[in-house]
């Protein structure tokens, strides 16, 4: 059943587990997370990145809606790292409960500005804002963040920003990257627990892909209700498409959308059992 951010984090708050949110390009992706989210009695997140937004419109959109409302599990649609308001609006007119207003790139006052606004372009359509503080690293569907540019996010900050923006879920960088993590991560965990103590809000923990178990586990008795996860199911899909394509067998369509369905929805099952979230919702 189609839920929504508000209830879908609250649960999970209140239930010490994290709900995963998967960035969903295609039918395929929606497919693997609903399935997978259905056999494992989970709930779970279908995200839309701007990038992805450009290529399927509103229809895109329709689909996870129409996904999610026939889910056997609560899943919600967001739009992900969202730095103008054209995605917003779009994403908002055509239904999505949630979005994430990335204004992390910009000077302090300029986030809360921009945040602000997010809030009151979605409070209009009842629906719900993440916020982030402190700027992450890496690489996502060409927005790029050099490591010299990326910032913590100041534990000292939080109340005020929770209070001046409205937001309903905090996005925190503490060592966490967007993409594949070069070494072991390290995560700030003093940090979190710092941001924890600031704020009753949920939070967000973006760049799960390739968070060891013990991380996880750590971040999420620290308060991280939700993590983000696109590198890894980017990955099993083109792998997957790259094998059947350079392989033997001939290339046949459906064929190619079930094997790279199974291999992202396998990547999300992991997730699932990570976060905590298995069995949390009786079938
Ligand atoms: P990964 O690159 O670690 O999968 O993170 C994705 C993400 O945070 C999307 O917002």
Not at 18 to 46: D, K, M, Q, R, T
Not at 155 to 174: K, S
Not at 181 to 204: C, K, N, Q, S, W
Request: negative net charge.
């Amino acid at each position: 059943m189609l839920t929504d951010l508000r209830a879908i984090l609250g649960a999970a708050r209140a239930g010490g587990y994290a709900v995963g949110a998967f960035n969903v390009y295609n039918l395929e992706g929606v497919l693997a997370v609903v399935g997978a989210a259905e056999a494992a009695g989970s709930p779970a997140i279908l995200q839309l990145h701007p990038g992805s937004l450009r290529e399927g419109g509103a229809a895109l959109i329709a689909l996870c809606l129409a996904a999610a409302r026939g889910a056997a599990m609560p899943v919600a649609v967001h739009l992900d790292h969202s730095p103008t308001h054209e995605a917003m609006d779009l994403a908002l007119a055509a239904g999505v409960g949630s979005i994430m207003a990335d204004g992390a790139g910009r000077p302090y006052d300029e986030n809360v500005a921009f945040t602000a606004e997010a809030v009151a372009l979605a409070g209009a359509r009842g629906a719900a804002v993440e916020g982030e503080l402190g700027l992450l690293s890496g690489t996502e569907d060409g927005l790029e963040v050099a490591a010299r540019d990326a910032k913590m996010t100041d534990p000292a900050q939080v109340p005020d920003f929770v209070a001046a923006t409205g937001i309903e879920a905090l996005a925190v960088c503490i060592g966490n990257v967007h993409g594949p993590y070069a070494g072991e991560p390290r995560l700030d965990f003093d940090r979190l627990a710092a941001i924890r103590d600031a704020t009753a809000l949920p939070l967000v923990l973006h760049g799960a892909s390739g968070l060891p178990e013990a991380a996880i586990a750590r971040a999420i008795a620290l308060g991280v209700c939700k993590f983000n996860v696109n590198t890894e199911l980017r990955a099993a899909y083109l792998a997957t498409l790259r094998d059947r394509l350079n392989g033997e067998q001939k290339a046949d369509v459906p064929d190619l959308m079930r094997d790279t369905s199974a291999a992202m929805r396998a990547v999300v099952a992991e997730k699932l059992r990570l976060f905590g979230s298995v069995g949390k919702v009786a079938g």
